[in-house]
Nanobody, 126 residues
Framework: QVQLVESGGGLVQAGGSLRLSCAASGRTFSNYAMGWFRQAPGKEREFVAAISWSGRSTYYTDSVKGRFTISRDNAKNTVYLQMNSLKPEDTAVYYC???????????????????WGQGTQVTVSS
């Protein structure tokens, strides 16, 4: 059974930083791309970032480019999301998910991911 457990969320002031972690188990972690999504209150879940199975390729939604960095450590079965220069509009529950393939062209669609974590809350105060 695949399990994804996010951690690292919290309350931070605008301009601050947080580092989210997602620990995976129950699957050969290094065989799959990984993604981060977020869901703000009253809004649909949206794509944030994705990373290929090797870590050599990454992809970001425009609103976080230059501020967020996704990375992974396959030896630790963990994917990270370093979030800098946080803004109040980044406030959301953040979820990690496993992609169905190693990498591809459809990285922003929720349907391309088959396992999800429970989420971690990130709150950015102004």
């Amino acid at each position: 059974q695949v399990q994804l457990v996010e951690s690292g969320g919290g309350l931070v002031q605008a301009g601050g930083s947080l580092r989210l972690s997602c620990a995976a188990s129950g699957r050969t972690f290094s065989n799959y791309a990984m993604g981060w999504f977020r869901q703000a209150p009253g809004k649909e879940r949206e794509f944030v970032a994705a990373i290929s199975w090797s870590g050599r390729s990454t992809y970001y939604t425009d609103s976080v480019k230059g501020r967020f960095t996704i990375s992974r450590d396959n030896a630790k079965n963990t994917v990270y999301l370093q979030m800098n220069s946080l803004k109040p509009e980044d406030t959301a529950v953040y979820y990690c998910a496993t992609h169905q393939t190693r990498w591809g062209t459809k990285l922003a669609g929720m349907g391309e991911y088959d396992y999800w974590g429970q989420g971690t809350q990130v709150t950015v105060s102004s």
